[in-house]
Nanobody
């Protein structure tokens, strides 16, 4: 059974940082591209960042310079380091693993508010 489990969300003040983690089981994580997406209330799910199996990264313009995606294939875990957080970053963040098949985590809430 494939599972992607996100953690690390929470409440943070504007300008603060959070690191999200996504731990995979049931798949050969190293061959999967991994991505982080987010969905704010009333909005469509949008791409935040992706990282290929080879480590190439891609970021949405809103994330460039503030967020860093990475992965540890030994730990079967992907990460999203988020710095300089803004209220508009408030959303449920989902991780995704794709390699022909596609899998999603259950999401973790990130709230940026003073």
């Amino acid at each position: 059974q494939v599972q992607l489990v996100e953690s690390g969300g929470g409440l943070v003040q504007p300008g603060g940082s959070l690191r999200l983690s996504c731990t995979a089981s049931g798949i050969i994580f190293s061959i999967y591209a991994m991505g982080w997406y987010r969905q704010a209330p009333g909005k469509q799910r949008e791409l935040v960042a992706t990282i290929t199996s080879g480590g190439s990264t891609n970021y949405a313009s809103s994330a460039k310079g503030r967020f860093t995606i990475s992965r540890d294939n030994v730990k079967n875990t992907g990460y999203l380091q988020m710095n300089s957080l803004k209220p508009e970053d408030t959303a449920v963040y989902y991780c995704n693993a794709a390699s022909g098949f596609e899998f999603w985590g259950q999401g973790t809430q990130v709230t940026v508010s003073s």
